[in-house]
């Protein structure tokens, strides 16, 4: 099995594709074995639209917004080069970035987590996470410079994934919220925010935009208090797709 698996991957990725994110499948069925806010990729995005994936990790937001954008641009983010090879060949339109995203151009150190004989990649972070990881130098970029860097002037959405260090990414977004004013998508958790909680939504709310989260019941975005996120990540929420709410969407007003 594991040869035919190798075999789709080098040869048939349309196939390997289908079968490995086959957990979008469960999207129309309202039991949820991923995000539900990966439909809302498929309502607020066009054909022509601009799509910056930050923290692609294994590519499922990738997957999701390039059955919709047919002569926009999809841009993908992610430090580790291990993940970055593995997702490049299956994504051959997606133009990829072996940075981090930070409030900073420079260098940095991702932390890998441990786990057994080999390494958690799915949970890597720029933040500290203890002794029980493999540290890897990388290189960072501001998306601000990165913007300047490509010449872009255009961008739709924005999805941010990046293990608690998303307040840091989106400091270096000031000039894009100001001006360019995309759609954000960002992952924020109790469990990973070295920063008060509160402090990345007044931030953001700064530059004018108003925050959602993502209703399971109606499919439609909801108005967003901080004072109800305890509420949506309590502990026996993890793991179901279902309950927990850690994606919350930044729209301009």
Same mark, same amino acid.
């Given at each position: 099995?594991?040869? =035919? @698996?190798? +075999?789709?991957?080098?040869?048939?990725?349309? &196939?390997?594709?289908?079968?490995?994110?086959?957990?979008?499948?469960?999207?129309?069925?309202?039991?949820?074995?991923?995000?539900?806010? =990966?439909?809302?990729?498929?309502?607020? +995005?066009?054909?022509?639209?601009?799509?910056?994936? !930050? $923290?692609?990790?294994?590519?499922?937001? &990738?997957?999701?917004?390039?059955?919709? %954008?047919?002569?926009?641009?999809?841009?993908?983010?992610?430090?580790?080069?291990?993940?970055?090879?593995?997702?490049?060949?299956?994504?051959?339109?997606?133009?990829?970035?072996?940075?981090?995203?930070?409030?900073?151009?420079?260098?940095?150190? #991702?932390?890998?987590?441990?786990?057994?004989? $080999? +390494?958690?990649?799915?949970?890597?972070? +720029?933040?500290?996470? $203890?002794?029980?990881?493999?540290?890897?130098? !990388?290189?960072?970029?501001?998306?601000?410079?990165?913007?300047?860097?490509?010449? %872009?002037?255009? !961008?739709?959405?924005?999805?941010?994934?990046?293990?608690?260090?998303?307040?840091?990414? %989106?400091?270096?977004?000031?000039?894009? #919220?100001?001006?360019?004013?995309?759609?954000?998508?960002?992952? @924020?958790? &109790?469990?990973?925010?070295?920063?008060?909680?509160?402090?990345?939504?007044?931030?953001?709310?700064?530059?004018?935009?108003?925050?959602?989260?993502?209703?399971?019941?109606?499919?439609?975005?909801?108005?967003?208090?901080?004072?109800? @996120?305890?509420?949506?990540?309590?502990?026996?929420?993890?793991?179901?797709?279902?309950?927990?709410?850690?994606?919350?969407?930044?729209?301009?007003?």
């Amino acid at each position: 099995m594991k040869f =035919l @698996i190798k +075999l789709a991957y080098n040869y048939w990725p349309s &196939l390997y594709k289908k079968r490995y994110y086959k957990t979008l499948d469960s999207l129309p069925t309202g039991n949820y074995k991923c995000e539900p806010e =990966l439909l809302y990729i498929h309502q607020v +995005l066009k054909g022509d639209s601009v799509f910056v994936d !930050i $923290g692609t990790n294994k590519g499922i937001y &990738l997957y999701q917004a390039e059955k919709v %954008i047919q002569s926009g641009k999809i841009y993908g983010f992610e430090p580790n080069e291990s993940l970055v090879n593995y997702i490049q060949p299956l994504f051959p339109k997606v133009k990829l970035f072996t940075y981090a995203v930070s409030s900073q151009t420079g260098t940095s150190v #991702l932390n890998i987590p441990k786990k057994g004989n $080999g +390494l958690q990649d799915t949970r890597a972070s +720029l933040e500290a996470m $203890g002794d029980a990881v493999e540290k890897i130098e !990388i290189k960072t970029i501001t998306l601000d410079d990165w913007v300047k860097q490509e010449a %872009i002037s255009k !961008i739709d959405v924005v999805k941010i994934d990046v293990e608690g260090h998303e307040f840091d990414s %989106i400091k270096g977004c000031s000039s894009i #919220l100001n001006t360019v004013k995309p759609i954000f998508i960002i992952e @924020i958790e &109790l469990r990973h925010a070295k920063y008060q909680i509160n402090e990345i939504f007044d931030f953001i709310k700064g530059f004018g935009y108003d925050v959602f989260y993502y209703d399971r019941a109606t499919l439609s975005l909801k108005p967003f208090e901080v004072s109800q @996120i305890a509420d949506f990540q309590k502990e026996e929420y993890l793991n179901d797709f279902n309950t927990y709410i850690n994606n919350f969407i930044f729209i301009p007003k």
